[in-house]
């Protein structure tokens, strides 16, 4: 893979395996070969793949404690005619994960950013969790913060959409308790160790998630139903015309159906409602 030197390098965020290191894509390794450093989360964690992979390159520490300061070294470097690829300990950088600094930064010093696509866990969570995938919205770790973290649950609490979250095993049990209070009856899915030996999806209801998670450990993501806005008594007007055609489309209906529907529930005429749609 030959790299263009131009005036500056680029910044290439790599995307690496979560867990099985047969998830690396060929471009992922033809990348980190070829870049002159790769910037990483945690340098004694990536060197155990380089190693695997038979690569050595230069590594520099990039992570959330130092974000500030090496952003700007790495600013420079690009700057000098530098290839940098960018990864976090598993999946794809930015994503919970250091990263985002760093992109924002090029972009504002017009140095080009290259995605090298490949694993990330809560996608794949979601597609395996037989939950609604149409639709969805991730709010990555809930926070610590008691008024942060009310106001995100009541998000999840809000939201017709399926809902994704972060959650280390060790918050597990408290986190599902303060769900427990907002989510009556919804379905949740619990994955865990995704691509590893001990890959495991849990599913059901949240007192059934509570039962069947005592003690768990490993990477944990949760995957929750979004709300039934009919069978908590709501107007469908009050909501937007995407989430009203999100409604009806989860009940199996057609498009021309639902624009008829939409069109009676809004009171409007249904032309100006498949204008919208077009």
Do not use: W
């Not at 790599?14 to 099985?20: E, F, Q, R």
């Not at 986190?175 to 209070?181: F, Q, Y």
């Not at 691509?195 to 509570?210: A, L, S």
């Amino acid at each position: 893979m030959d790299m263009e030197k131009e005036n500056s390098g680029s910044l290439y965020i790599v995307a690496t395996p979560i867990g099985n290191l047969e998830d690396i894509t060929l471009r992922a390794l033809n990348v980190l070969k070829n870049v002159d450093i790769i910037a990483a989360e945690d340098t004694r964690h990536t060197l155990k793949l380089l190693n695997h992979f038979e690569i050595s390159k230069p590594l520099i520490s990039y992570h959330r404690h130092n974000e500030d300061v090496k952003t700007e070294i790495l600013i420079k470097k690009l700057k000098e005619g530098q290839n940098i690829a960018l990864v976090s300990d598993a999946g794809t950088p930015g994503i919970c994960d250091p990263g985002e600094e760093a992109i924002k930064k090029c972009i504002e010093e017009n140095i080009k950013v290259i995605p090298i696509p490949g694993a990330c866990a809560m996608i794949n969570a979601l597609i395996c969790s037989g939950i609604d995938t149409s639709n969805f919205i991730f709010l990555g770790f809930l926070p610590l913060n008691k008024k942060l973290r009310n106001k995100k649950l009541k998000e999840i609490k809000d939201s017709i959409y399926t809902t994704i979250i972060y959650e280390a095993p060790h918050k597990l049990n408290s986190t599902l308790i303060d769900l427990k209070e907002i989510l009556e009856d919804r379905q949740v899915v619990l994955a865990r160790e995704l691509t590893k030996i001990h890959e495991e999806f849990i599913r059901g209801n949240i007192n059934e998630i509570i039962e069947k998670s005592k003690e768990i450990k490993g990477e944990i993501i949760l995957v929750i139903e979004g709300r039934n806005y009919i069978e908590e008594g709501n107007d469908l007007t009050i909501l937007t015309l995407e989430e009203h055609f999100k409604y009806y489309e989860k009940m199996g209906l057609n498009k021309k159906e639902i624009i008829k529907k939409i069109a009676k529930d809004r009171n409007v005429n249904k032309n100006e409602i498949y204008q919208k749609f077009l």
